[in-house]
């Protein structure tokens, strides 16, 4: 499926989110979870009493590097964020069978803010599925439009929320001040996702970086994870 970065950015601006199907392939979201599968079960994890974490993705195996500069993402990003936006957070989720699921709530950085602002999306969380997302085993659910204006969730809890019906491989491009929360699974059956974070520039990112040089092959991945920023301006001169 041919998708339009312009449409994403607008989708995202008008409800809060837009899902982009078909982001990584069979084969790449075949390696993706096996990938994911090892790292849930090794001394990475971190068990939450609501889900599995493994954070710093990148770290770990080349495939998830991959997934960061995959065509499109880049355009979608620079679109809604600005160019030189940072990479925040890039983990591995894990929604074990019968878990407490999250309370409605938004995302870095509006979570951290004794002040909520408003005029920028600031961050987007994208949610990548790599298992079928849906009623049974705690697809994530949104809040249409719950973006404008950034404001944390408080009741009555919305009742006119929506749930992300996903296959495998399908990109959820989320805005950080937008309503959300896990659903809850009854399948029996793990479901499993990989969530990448995305700051503007100016906004601190939630991970520490790596080395640089880890990262000197790759000119977008030194972009985004902050070792490579643009000439800096004073009333629009560089300095």
């Known amino acids: 499926m041919t998708i339009v970065p312009a449409l994403v950015a607008d989708e995202v601006r008008r409800r809060g989110y837009a899902i982009w199907p078909g982001y990584a392939t069979p084969d790449q979201c075949s390696a993706l979870k096996s990938a994911a599968d ?3 079960d090794g001394e990475y994890a971190n068990r939450y009493p609501k889900s599995t974490r493994v954070w710093d993705l990148y ?22 964020l600005g160019r030189y936006y940072l990479l925040s957070d890039y983990s591995l989720n894990v929604v074990n069978p019968d878990q407490p699921i999250d309370d409605w709530h938004i995302d870095y950085p ?37 973006h404008v204006p950034p404001r944390r969730p408080s009741a009555p809890w919305p009742s006119a929320a929506e749930t992300f019906l996903a296959e495998p491989g399908t990109l959820l491009v989320m805005a950080a001040a937008t309503w959300h929360r896990s659903g809850f699974n009854s399948s029996g ?11 503007e520039r100016w906004i ?36």
Request: proline share 9%; hydrophobic share 40%.
């Open 38 to 40: 090892i790292l849930a």
């Open 59 to 80: 770290r770990h195996d080349p495939i998830f590097a991959d997934m960061l500069v995959k065509p499109g993402l880049a355009d979608v990003l620079d679109e809604l």
């Open 110 to 146: 509006y979570n951290e803010m004794p002040e909520l602002v408003s005029g920028g999306l600031l961050g987007l969380q994208c949610v990548l599925a790599l298992d079928q997302f849906d009623e049974h085993n705690g697809a994530t659910r949104l809040v249409p439009g719950s």
């Open 189 to 199: 059956r793990p479901r499993t996702a990989v969530l990448m974070s995305f700051v």
């Open 204 to 239: 601190r990112p939630l991970s520490d970086p790596l080395p640089p040089d880890l990262w000197v092959h790759d000119q977008r991945l030194q972009v985004m994870l902050g070792y490579q920023r643009s000439t800096e301006t004073i009333n629009g001169v560089p300095v």
